[in-house]
């Protein structure tokens, strides 16, 4: 069921090759004890799909749950959800970095990034306009090619008139 809440998914497709490696040597090991090779394939994709739903659910949880509230129009809880996904991935940025092998995730942006860009829009969403626009400048300053920050960074300027160039 659609929210009609903007969600935008940016994917890395050079990502998504380690990924297609893990099965395929997963299948090439299985493929040794079990016969016929389509059977072990079929078994290493399904390593494959339960290692991506747990550590997609276990690890980014604080993101999920700042989804789910954002979902559901609870904005200023999904700001304290982003900022403990933040403060989490900010910690352990190894995770991060390399979250398409961890992971598994496809995702061109960083939880990071994700996380300081959701915080700002839920403030734009619970109408603290000069507040989001602090935020979408802190982006910026992490993440200077943020396009996503710079859009919406000129969108509010342009809405609340704040000329201030940062």
Request: contains cysteine; charged residues 15%; hydrophobic residues 50%.
């Amino acid at each position: 069921m659609a929210s009609g809440r903007p969600v935008v998914r940016q994917v890395a497709w050079l990502s998504l090759i380690p990924q297609l490696i893990f099965i395929a040597i997963a299948a090439l090991i299985l493929g040794i004890f079990i016969k016929p090779f389509t059977d072990a394939l079929q078994i290493a994709l399904i390593i494959y799909m339960i290692a991506f739903v747990l550590l997609r659910n276990l690890v980014p949880r604080n993101h999920r749950k700042g989804m789910r509230y954002f979902r559901s129009g609870n904005y200023a809880q999904a700001i304290d959800e982003y900022q403990k996904s933040y403060a989490f991935f900010t910690k352990y940025a190894w995770i991060d970095k390399y979250r398409f092998l961890v992971l598994l995730s496809s995702s061109r942006i960083s939880y990071t990034e994700m996380a300081l860009l959701n915080i700002a829009y839920c403030h734009a969403q619970l109408g603290n306009g000069p507040k989001a626009i602090k935020c979408y400048e802190a982006v910026l300053r992490e993440f200077p090619d943020s396009q996503m920050a710079q859009s919406a960074l000129q969108m509010l300027r342009s809405v609340f008139n704040d000329d201030s160039e940062h």
